[in-house]
């Protein structure tokens, strides 16, 4: 038995035996007609059967899968920064989080079509409750971030996690991602939380934990999509914060934001790949003593990156033009664009509860508030 067997993804030869498992279950029937139109159940089914490693499931099927998702719901894909990053290293991508399955799928699509080494990808454990997801999760290697647990066994679990996204990327030169914060940001306002840096820094067997953090070679992502398929969805949740109450989730919500996730549309999607953060931890080393200090400082880091390089599109100036009632930014977008949004505006949310009316749009403008607030501070 492994110390990491409670959380992480399925080895290689355990592969073939878990898609036999889940082969004939109802949704992967649905996913494989989905992907493989021109092809019978009898084709992918022995296909599948022949597949041996993850990596070979995620060449042969997954990849399709998200080509074909892309095709259906959206205007395509689009990246930048890639080119910068050395084909055969592992990285810690440290990104925003808009959505359950995309923004992993999507990174990893782009990481493939660039030679580049694909991640292991955090996966919370509350998404994956059912036994088929759970199993579709780790054969297409997501390992598990336990939720909901009581303090200690929190920091158990944090130290466990820490020590396996070392072991992936230091060991087994496997490059992993992971959101910057717990949860999709519901409101556009994309922050990384210094809990997940602390728990990185969990496993840090070196003096200086600036120096262990250079070892894990952290890139800032940034995604982004043109509209968000979970919009609507995502409002009783900001109502209630806005209404100082405890929102609770009713039992299949996170599956219906996951499903509307993947076939709603999205138009553009934009992935950036920041720079890997390297000399800034000399400079938070030098300028600060403490850790708490110097993991404030890092958040900053990767929080000015993942701002900065996020690509702004129409419906984001928009937003901004109709929450302020202006027309600052009337030369970003048309007016059928804009059309289009109030259109999308008016059939997804109650338009006479003016609460539900800003943080929509709220959530497609703060982007643009978020990027003008660090041009005005450089």
Same mark, same amino acid.
């Given at each position: 038995?492994?110390? &990491?067997? +409670?959380?992480?993804?399925?080895? @290689?030869? %355990?592969?073939?035996?878990?898609?036999k498992?889940?082969?004939?279950?109802?949704?992967?029937?649905?996913?494989? !007609?989905?992907? &493989?139109?021109?092809?019978?159940?009898? =084709?992918?089914? +022995?296909?599948?059967? #022949?597949?041996?490693?993850?990596?070979?499931?995620?060449?042969?099927?997954?990849?399709?899968?998200?080509?074909?998702?892309?095709?259906?719901?959206?205007?395509?894909?689009?990246?930048?920064? $890639?080119?910068?990053?050395?084909?055969?290293?592992?990285?810690?991508?440290?990104?925003?989080?808009?959505?359950?399955?995309?923004?992993?799928?999507?990174?990893?699509?782009?990481?493939?079509?660039? !030679?580049?080494?694909m991640?292991?990808?955090?996966?919370?454990?509350?998404?994956?409750?059912?036994?088929?997801?759970?199993?579709?999760?780790?054969?297409?290697?997501? &390992?598990?971030?336990?939720?909901?647990?009581?303090?200690? /066994?929190?920091?158990?679990?944090?130290?466990?996690?820490?020590?396996?996204?070392?072991?992936?990327?230091?060991?087994e030169?496997?490059?992993?991602?992971?959101?910057?914060?717990?949860?999709?940001?519901?409101?556009?306002?994309d922050?990384?939380?210094?809990?997940?840096?602390?728990?990185?820094?969990?496993?840090?067997?070196?003096? /200086?934990?600036?120096?262990? &953090?250079?070892?894990?070679?952290?890139?800032?992502?940034?995604?982004?999509? #043109?509209? =968000?398929?979970?919009?609507?969805?995502?409002?009783?949740?900001? *109502?209630?914060?806005?209404?100082? /109450?405890?929102?609770?989730?009713?039992?299949? %919500?996170?599956?219906?934001?996951?499903?509307?996730?993947?076939?709603?549309?999205?138009?553009?999607?934009?992935?950036?790949?920041?720079?890997?953060?390297?000399?800034?931890?000399?400079?938070?080393?030098?300028n $600060?003593?403490?850790?708490?200090?110097? *993991?404030?400082?890092?958040?900053?880091?990767? @929080?000015?990156?993942?701002?900065?390089?996020?690509?702004?599109?129409?419906?984001?100036?928009?937003?901004?033009?109709?929450?302020?009632?202006? @027309?600052?930014?009337?030369?970003?977008?048309?007016?059928?664009?804009?059309s289009?949004? /109030?259109?999308?505006?008016?059939?997804?949310?109650?338009?006479?509860?003016?609460?539900?009316?800003?943080? $929509?749009?709220?959530?497609?403008?703060?982007?643009?508030?978020?990027k003008?607030?660090?041009? #005005?501070? #450089?």
């Open positions: 038995m492994s110390k &990491f067997d +409670e959380i992480r993804h399925y080895h @290689d030869h %355990e592969v073939n035996e878990v898609l498992q889940i082969s004939k279950h109802p949704m992967v029937k649905a996913l494989m !007609g989905f992907t &493989f139109p021109n092809k019978s159940e009898n =084709d992918w089914m +022995e296909a599948l059967k #022949e597949v041996k490693s993850i990596q070979q499931f995620q060449h042969d099927f997954v990849y399709h899968s998200i080509q074909k998702i892309l095709e259906k719901s959206s205007s395509g894909l689009s990246s930048s920064g $890639f080119e910068k990053l050395n084909k055969n290293t592992s990285y810690l991508y440290v990104s925003n989080h808009r959505d359950i399955i995309m923004d992993t799928s999507l990174l990893n699509v782009l990481l493939k079509d660039h !030679g580049m080494i991640t292991a990808s955090a996966v919370g454990d509350n998404l994956v409750q059912k036994s088929f997801l759970l199993a579709l999760a780790k054969v297409n290697r997501n &390992f598990l971030v336990k939720r909901g647990l009581p303090p200690r /066994e929190l920091l158990e679990s944090s130290k466990l996690m820490s020590e396996y996204i070392r072991h992936l990327i230091i060991d030169n496997r490059s992993v991602w992971i959101a910057q914060r717990e949860g999709r940001t519901k409101d556009g306002n922050a990384t939380h210094q809990g997940v840096l602390k728990m990185l820094g969990m496993a840090s067997d070196q003096e /200086e934990l600036m120096d262990y &953090f250079k070892n894990l070679k952290i890139v800032p992502v940034s995604i982004s999509y #043109e509209y =968000d398929p979970t919009d609507a969805m995502k409002m009783p949740q900001i *109502i209630a914060k806005a209404k100082n /109450e405890d929102y609770i989730k009713n039992k299949n %919500e996170d599956f219906a934001n996951l499903y509307s996730g993947i076939i709603g549309q999205k138009r553009g999607i934009h992935i950036h790949l920041g720079d890997v953060i390297n000399t800034e931890l000399d400079d938070i080393k030098a $600060f003593d403490k850790a708490n200090k110097q *993991i404030q400082a890092l958040t900053s880091v990767i @929080d000015h990156s993942i701002v900065t390089n996020y690509h702004l599109w129409p419906t984001n100036y928009i937003a901004y033009d109709m929450m302020y009632k202006t @027309d600052k930014f009337a030369d970003k977008y048309t007016q059928q664009e804009r289009l949004f /109030e259109r999308r505006l008016e059939l997804r949310v109650d338009k006479s509860n003016p609460i539900v009316v800003e943080s $929509f749009l709220a959530m497609y403008a703060n982007p643009v508030v978020n003008l607030k660090l041009t #005005e501070h #450089e």
